[in-house]
Protein backbone atom coordinates (compact mmCIF):
# COMPACT_ATOMS: atom_id res chain seq x y z
CA UNK A 1 0.00 0.00 0.00
CA UNK A 2 1.40 3.61 -1.06
CA UNK A 3 0.77 6.70 1.29
CA UNK A 4 0.95 9.66 0.30
CA UNK A 5 3.39 12.42 2.51
CA UNK A 6 0.36 13.43 4.34
CA UNK A 7 -1.30 10.29 4.60
CA UNK A 8 2.63 9.61 6.20
CA UNK A 9 2.32 12.31 8.13
CA UNK A 10 -1.12 12.18 9.09
CA UNK A 11 -0.35 8.34 10.31
CA UNK A 12 2.87 9.83 12.26
CA UNK A 13 0.70 12.39 14.13
CA UNK A 14 -1.86 9.56 15.04
CA UNK A 15 0.87 7.67 16.41
CA UNK A 16 2.07 9.70 18.78
CA UNK A 17 -1.60 11.63 19.53
CA UNK A 18 -1.42 13.01 23.13
CA UNK A 19 -4.12 14.56 24.91
CA UNK A 20 -1.70 15.95 27.60
CA UNK A 21 0.12 18.74 25.72
CA UNK A 22 -0.17 20.59 22.15
CA UNK A 23 3.11 22.23 21.43
CA UNK A 24 3.51 24.66 18.51
CA UNK A 25 6.28 27.55 17.47
CA UNK A 26 5.53 30.27 20.08
CA UNK A 27 2.79 27.90 22.05
CA UNK A 28 2.68 25.44 24.81
CA UNK A 29 -0.57 23.91 26.15
CA UNK A 30 -0.87 21.42 28.93
CA UNK A 31 -4.25 20.16 29.09
CA UNK A 32 -5.63 23.11 27.62
CA UNK A 33 -4.10 25.56 29.59
CA UNK A 34 -1.46 28.29 27.96
CA UNK A 35 2.06 27.21 30.02
CA UNK A 36 2.39 30.82 30.59
CA UNK A 37 -0.70 31.29 32.79
CA UNK A 38 0.05 27.94 34.56
CA UNK A 39 3.30 29.26 35.52
CA UNK A 40 3.37 31.18 39.12
CA UNK A 41 -0.46 30.39 39.25
CA UNK A 42 -0.30 27.33 40.10
CA UNK A 43 2.22 24.80 42.62
CA UNK A 44 3.95 21.82 41.78
CA UNK A 45 1.36 19.50 42.85
CA UNK A 46 -1.30 21.16 41.20
CA UNK A 47 0.84 20.59 38.13
CA UNK A 48 0.98 17.08 38.94
CA UNK A 49 -2.30 16.46 39.35
CA UNK A 50 -3.53 18.47 35.87
CA UNK A 51 -0.95 16.18 33.79
CA UNK A 52 -2.37 13.36 35.32
CA UNK A 53 -5.72 13.80 35.58
CA UNK A 54 -6.41 16.06 32.91
CA UNK A 55 -7.98 19.10 35.42
CA UNK A 56 -7.11 21.15 37.82
CA UNK A 57 -7.46 20.33 41.88
CA UNK A 58 -9.38 22.32 44.10
CA UNK A 59 -7.61 23.75 47.02
CA UNK A 60 -8.60 21.17 49.64
CA UNK A 61 -7.37 18.24 46.88
CA UNK A 62 -4.28 20.02 46.45
CA UNK A 63 -3.71 20.71 49.69
CA UNK A 64 -4.09 16.27 50.72
CA UNK A 65 -1.28 15.64 47.16
CA UNK A 66 1.18 17.89 48.60
CA UNK A 67 0.92 16.60 52.57
CA UNK A 68 1.64 13.42 50.81
CA UNK A 69 4.32 14.32 48.59
CA UNK A 70 6.06 16.34 51.55
CA UNK A 71 5.63 13.27 54.01
CA UNK A 72 7.41 10.48 51.69
CA UNK A 73 10.50 12.36 50.27
CA UNK A 74 13.07 10.40 52.87
CA UNK A 75 14.07 8.22 55.08
CA UNK A 76 17.32 8.31 55.71
CA UNK A 77 20.59 6.20 54.71
CA UNK A 78 19.49 2.95 55.90
CA UNK A 79 16.92 3.16 52.85
CA UNK A 80 17.70 1.19 50.16
CA UNK A 81 16.79 3.78 47.11
CA UNK A 82 18.86 6.39 49.56
CA UNK A 83 21.94 4.38 49.97
CA UNK A 84 21.93 3.07 46.67
CA UNK A 85 21.90 6.66 45.44
CA UNK A 86 24.91 7.64 47.49
CA UNK A 87 27.13 4.77 46.48
CA UNK A 88 26.69 5.62 42.12
CA UNK A 89 27.69 9.05 43.23
CA UNK A 90 30.81 7.42 44.91
CA UNK A 91 31.54 5.88 41.60
CA UNK A 92 31.55 8.49 39.44
CA UNK A 93 27.83 8.48 38.46
CA UNK A 94 26.39 11.92 37.58
CA UNK A 95 23.41 13.20 39.62
CA UNK A 96 20.78 12.14 36.81
CA UNK A 97 22.73 8.30 36.70
CA UNK A 98 22.32 8.23 40.83
CA UNK A 99 18.83 9.00 40.89
CA UNK A 100 17.86 6.48 38.01
CA UNK A 101 19.82 3.74 39.65
CA UNK A 102 17.68 4.93 42.85
CA UNK A 103 14.53 5.05 41.52
CA UNK A 104 14.90 1.49 39.86
CA UNK A 105 14.98 0.06 43.16
CA UNK A 106 11.35 1.36 43.85
CA UNK A 107 9.34 -1.96 43.14
CA UNK A 108 7.15 -3.98 44.76
CA UNK A 109 9.15 -4.76 47.88
CA UNK A 110 11.03 -1.37 48.89
CA UNK A 111 8.63 1.54 47.45
CA UNK A 112 5.19 -0.79 46.35
CA UNK A 113 3.52 -0.94 49.82
CA UNK A 114 1.42 2.21 48.80
CA UNK A 115 0.19 0.90 45.47
CA UNK A 116 -0.55 -2.06 47.19
CA UNK A 117 -2.27 -0.38 50.11
CA UNK A 118 -4.50 0.88 47.84
CA UNK A 119 -5.64 -2.22 46.17
CA UNK A 120 -6.40 -3.77 49.30
CA UNK A 121 -8.30 -0.34 50.32
CA UNK A 122 -10.07 -1.15 47.35
CA UNK A 123 -11.32 -4.92 47.40
CA UNK A 124 -12.61 -3.81 50.84
CA UNK A 125 -14.76 -0.89 49.33
CA UNK A 126 -16.06 -3.81 46.92
CA UNK A 127 -17.27 -6.29 49.29
CA UNK A 128 -18.78 -3.35 51.78
CA UNK A 129 -20.74 -2.02 49.03
CA UNK A 130 -21.92 -5.38 47.92
CA UNK A 131 -23.40 -5.97 51.84
CA UNK A 132 -20.75 -7.09 53.69
CA UNK A 133 -19.86 -5.34 56.99
CA UNK A 134 -17.18 -3.07 56.87
CA UNK A 135 -15.70 -5.58 59.58
CA UNK A 136 -16.51 -8.49 58.11
CA UNK A 137 -14.99 -7.15 54.00
CA UNK A 138 -12.10 -6.26 56.65
CA UNK A 139 -11.32 -9.24 57.90
CA UNK A 140 -12.08 -11.54 54.13
CA UNK A 141 -10.01 -9.08 52.52
CA UNK A 142 -7.07 -9.36 55.15
CA UNK A 143 -7.02 -13.21 55.35
CA UNK A 144 -7.01 -13.39 51.95
CA UNK A 145 -4.34 -11.20 51.50
CA UNK A 146 -2.58 -13.28 54.09
CA UNK A 147 -2.85 -16.44 52.30
CA UNK A 148 -1.36 -15.66 49.04
CA UNK A 149 1.34 -12.64 50.34
CA UNK A 150 2.33 -14.21 53.54
CA UNK A 151 1.76 -12.58 56.94
CA UNK A 152 3.39 -8.91 56.37
CA UNK A 153 0.50 -6.39 55.46
CA UNK A 154 1.25 -3.36 53.26
CA UNK A 155 0.90 0.12 54.93
CA UNK A 156 0.60 -1.23 58.55
CA UNK A 157 3.50 -1.20 60.88
CA UNK A 158 7.34 -0.44 60.72
CA UNK A 159 10.42 -2.14 61.36
CA UNK A 160 11.75 1.41 62.71
CA UNK A 161 8.89 3.10 64.46
CA UNK A 162 7.18 1.92 67.14
CA UNK A 163 4.50 4.68 65.80
CA UNK A 164 5.14 6.37 62.24
CA UNK A 165 5.07 9.99 63.57
CA UNK A 166 4.19 10.80 59.52
CA UNK A 167 0.75 9.09 59.57
CA UNK A 168 -1.27 10.19 62.78
CA UNK A 169 -0.92 14.18 60.93
CA UNK A 170 -1.56 12.85 57.59
CA UNK A 171 -4.51 11.22 58.71
CA UNK A 172 -6.10 14.07 60.39
CA UNK A 173 -5.71 16.25 57.46
CA UNK A 174 -7.74 13.27 56.16
CA UNK A 175 -10.36 13.72 58.55
CA UNK A 176 -10.43 18.03 57.84
CA UNK A 177 -10.69 17.07 54.34
CA UNK A 178 -13.47 14.98 55.13
CA UNK A 179 -15.41 17.06 57.28
CA UNK A 180 -15.30 19.68 54.69
CA UNK A 181 -16.10 17.62 51.62
CA UNK A 182 -13.38 17.94 50.01
CA UNK A 183 -13.02 13.70 50.17
CA UNK A 184 -15.31 11.10 51.56
CA UNK A 185 -13.76 9.49 54.13
CA UNK A 186 -14.36 5.95 53.46
CA UNK A 187 -10.98 4.94 52.87
CA UNK A 188 -9.81 6.48 56.26
CA UNK A 189 -12.56 4.09 57.66
CA UNK A 190 -11.00 1.46 55.90
CA UNK A 191 -7.85 1.64 57.31
CA UNK A 192 -8.61 2.15 60.47
CA UNK A 193 -10.68 -0.62 60.64
CA UNK A 194 -7.40 -3.15 59.47
CA UNK A 195 -5.93 -0.98 62.54
CA UNK A 196 -8.47 -2.49 64.86
CA UNK A 197 -8.95 -5.88 63.01
CA UNK A 198 -4.82 -5.88 63.37
CA UNK A 199 -4.97 -4.85 67.41
CA UNK A 200 -7.09 -7.20 68.21
CA UNK A 201 -5.48 -10.25 66.46
CA UNK A 202 -1.99 -9.14 67.50
CA UNK A 203 -2.91 -7.93 71.24
CA UNK A 204 -0.95 -4.96 70.71
CA UNK A 205 -1.23 -2.26 67.89
CA UNK A 206 -0.08 -2.48 64.68
CA UNK A 207 -0.03 1.23 63.20
CA UNK A 208 -0.65 2.22 60.15
CA UNK A 209 2.63 3.60 58.37
CA UNK A 210 3.55 6.37 55.52
CA UNK A 211 2.46 3.96 53.02
CA UNK A 212 -0.61 3.33 54.87
CA UNK A 213 -1.73 6.98 55.58
CA UNK A 214 -0.71 8.01 52.31
CA UNK A 215 -2.27 5.38 50.19
CA UNK A 216 -5.62 6.61 52.47
CA UNK A 217 -5.00 9.94 50.63
CA UNK A 218 -4.23 8.70 47.11
CA UNK A 219 -7.37 6.65 47.31
CA UNK A 220 -9.68 9.22 48.67
CA UNK A 221 -8.46 11.67 45.70
CA UNK A 222 -9.35 8.89 43.42
CA UNK A 223 -5.64 8.23 42.26
CA UNK A 224 -5.38 4.65 40.83
CA UNK A 225 -3.26 2.07 42.56
CA UNK A 226 -0.30 2.40 40.42
CA UNK A 227 0.08 6.45 40.25
CA UNK A 228 0.18 5.49 44.08
CA UNK A 229 3.49 4.11 43.32
CA UNK A 230 4.08 6.52 40.18
CA UNK A 231 3.70 9.60 43.19
CA UNK A 232 5.76 8.17 45.39
CA UNK A 233 8.63 7.90 42.92
CA UNK A 234 8.28 11.91 42.35
CA UNK A 235 8.45 12.67 46.29
CA UNK A 236 11.04 9.84 46.89
CA UNK A 237 13.47 11.69 43.82
CA UNK A 238 13.87 14.34 46.27
CA UNK A 239 15.73 12.53 48.99
CA UNK A 240 17.44 11.01 46.69
CA UNK A 241 18.40 14.07 44.66
CA UNK A 242 19.53 15.50 48.28
CA UNK A 243 21.58 12.30 49.51
CA UNK A 244 23.68 12.16 46.11
CA UNK A 245 24.30 16.17 45.90
CA UNK A 246 25.25 15.81 49.76
CA UNK A 247 27.52 12.65 48.89
CA UNK A 248 29.10 14.43 45.98
CA UNK A 249 30.30 17.26 48.46
CA UNK A 250 32.49 14.73 50.31
CA UNK A 251 34.79 13.26 47.94
CA UNK A 252 34.48 9.69 49.15
CA UNK A 253 35.50 6.83 45.92
CA UNK A 254 33.56 4.06 45.63
CA UNK A 255 31.00 3.60 48.63
CA UNK A 256 30.03 0.06 49.45
CA UNK A 257 27.66 -0.68 52.30
CA UNK A 258 29.37 -0.61 54.86
CA UNK A 259 32.31 0.93 56.35
CA UNK A 260 35.78 -0.39 54.67
CA UNK A 261 36.60 -1.36 58.70
CA UNK A 262 33.59 -3.74 59.04
CA UNK A 263 34.39 -7.16 57.84
CA UNK A 264 31.39 -9.51 56.24
CA UNK A 265 31.02 -12.66 57.46
CA UNK A 266 32.28 -15.60 55.00
CA UNK A 267 30.15 -19.05 55.31
CA UNK A 268 31.84 -20.92 53.18
CA UNK A 269 34.12 -23.57 52.87
CA UNK A 270 37.15 -24.25 54.84
CA UNK A 271 40.52 -23.34 52.60
CA UNK A 272 41.00 -25.99 50.82
CA UNK A 273 42.77 -26.89 47.37
CA UNK A 274 43.14 -28.20 43.84
CA UNK A 275 44.23 -31.92 43.64
CA UNK A 276 46.55 -32.21 41.53
CA UNK A 277 45.94 -34.95 38.83
CA UNK A 278 49.22 -35.82 37.82
CA UNK A 279 50.35 -36.81 41.39
CA UNK A 280 48.08 -39.41 41.56
CA UNK A 281 49.25 -41.01 39.05
Known sequence: MNNTP????????????TSIIDIHPGSIQVRGYPIQEL?????????IWLML????????????????????????????????SRMAVSCGLPLNGAMAS????????????????????????????????????VESAIDAFIATHGKYLPGFGHRFHPVDP??????????EAAAQGVVSGRYAAIARAIEALLKGRKSKPIPMNIDGATAVIYAELGFAPELA????????????????????GRGERNKGPMPRQMAYRYTGHATRHVENKDDEQ
Do not use: K
Not at 60 to 78: F, I, M
Open 53 to 84: RGELPNAGEARLLEAALVASVDHGPHAPSIAI
Open 102 to 137: ALNTLDDVHGGAGQQSVELFHIIERAHAAGASLEEA
Open 166 to 175: RAGRLLAMVD
Open 6 to 17: MDAAALAADYWS
Open 39 to 47: IGAISFPQM
Open 229 to 248: RGVFCLSRAVGILSHAWEQR
